[in-house]
C-alpha cells in the first residue's frame, strides 16, 4: 500500500512538471479557496486549468492553492473568476449564489465572508431595521428598497460615469479625449470591489467585465475615432447589462443607430433622450432613435 501511494505521488509529481513545463513566462501564486472535499478539489483544479497557460493544484486540507500561469496569456484574476463561476468562493471574488446552490451538498462549505461582502438575496425578508439594517447596507433610519433585482449604481457608478465622458467625446470625434476618456475607464473598471455589488449585478459583473476591459483599453490605445467607434460598440453592450441591474436613478436611454457597421447597426446609452450619434458625430449626429428607456 505504502508502495502505491509513493508511486501515485511520483506520477502527480510527474505530470505537474509536464504541465509546467509547458507554460511559458512562469509565474506562481498562492491563495486561498474554500472548498471541502476530492469533488471540490477535482472541479476547482478541472476549471482553473487551461493547457499551456495556467494549471492550479489546491489542498483540501488547508484551501490553499498553488497558481501557475504565463503572465503573457493570463492572470490570477482571471483563473479564480472561473473558479468562482463554478461555485468556489476565494478572498478575491464571490461565487455567484446560483453558482453555490448548483453544488452538491458536500461541496457546500460554510460562506463566512459572503454574509458581509454581499446583500442578501430579494427573497429574504427583513424583521427589523434594527436588527438587519447593517447587514442590507442601509443606514439607520433608512427605508429599504422596493425593488431589491436592482440597487442604486454605487460601486458602478464610476464606471458608468466614464462611459458617458468617453461617449461624448466620440460625439464630438475627438480621439485624443476619448483615449484619456477610455483610460480613464479602464481605471474605474479595475477600482470595483466586487464583493459590494448586488448578487445578480455581481454575477453579470463577472462574465462582462473581460469584455469591458478588453473594449475600453483598445480604445484608449488609439487616437483614431473612427478606430475607436468599433471597440464603443463591443463596449456597448455588456454596459447596457449592467445599466439595467444596477441603475436606480435619473433615466438612461438606449438608442441605436441602424446605419452604422455597413448597416448592422450598433447601440449606446445616453443620459439624454435627444440623439447624438457616437458612431458618425456631426456627419450624422440625429441619425438613431431611442429603443429602450432605463429607469
Wanted: with cysteine; glycine share 6%; aromatic share 6%.
Amino acid at each position: 500500500m505504502k508502495s502505491i501511494k509513493i508511486l501515485m505521488a511520483i506520477m502527480a509529481l510527474l505530470s505537474s512538471t509536464a504541465i509546467n513545463a509547458q507554460i511559458k513566462n512562469t509565474k506562481t501564486e498562492s491563495v486561498k479557496i474554500y472548498g471541502n472535499c476530492q469533488m471540490c478539489e477535482v472541479t476547482i483544479e478541472r476549471v482553473g486549468n487551461v493547457k499551456n497557460e495556467a494549471e492550479v493544484d489546491w489542498n483540501k486540507e488547508t484551501k490553499m492553492a498553488t497558481i501557475t500561469y504565463d503572465a503573457n496569456l493570463t492572470n490570477p484574476d482571471e483563473i479564480l473568476k472561473r473558479i468562482a463561476l463554478a461555485g468556489y468562493d476565494s478572498d478575491q471574488f464571490l461565487a455567484p449564489d446560483k453558482a453555490y446552490a448548483m453544488l452538491s451538498e458536500c461541496c457546500q462549505y460554510e460562506r463566512i465572508n459572503k454574509k458581509e461582502a454581499i446583500m442578501p438575496n430579494s427573497s429574504m425578508k427583513m424583521e427589523s431595521h434594527s436588527n438587519h439594517g447593517a447587514e442590507m447596507g442601509m443606514k439607520n433610519g433608512e427605508k429599504p428598497a422596493e425593488n431589491m433585482e436592482t440597487q442604486n449604481a454605487g460601486e458602478l457608478q464610476p464606471v458608468f460615469d466614464r462611459y458617458f465622458d468617453l461617449k461624448d467625446a466620440l460625439v464630438q470625434s475627438d480621439g485624443k479625449s476619448a483615449s484619456t476618456g477610455a483610460k480613464a475607464l479602464v481605471t474605474a473598471i479595475g477600482k470595483v470591489k466586487m464583493g459590494e455589488l448586488e448578487p445578480k449585478t455581481h454575477e453579470v459583473w463577472m462574465v462582462k467585465m473581460k469584455a469591458l476591459s478588453e473594449n475600453a483599453e483598445k480604445i484608449s490605445e488609439s487616437t483614431d475615432a473612427d478606430d475607436q467607434r468599433v471597440y464603443f460598440s463591443g463596449l456597448s453592450q455588456p454596459m447596457y447589462e449592467l445599466m439595467k441591474l444596477s441603475t436606480a436613478g435619473p433615466t438612461v436611454y438606449y438608442q441605436k443607430c441602424p446605419m452604422y457597421n455597413n448597416g448592422k447597426g450598433a447601440n449606446w446609452l445616453s443620459k439624454e433622450s435627444s440623439i447624438k450619434n457616437p458612431y458618425y458625430g456631426s456627419m450624422m449626429m440625429t441619425c438613431g432613435s431611442t429603443v429602450e428607456k432605463i429607469n
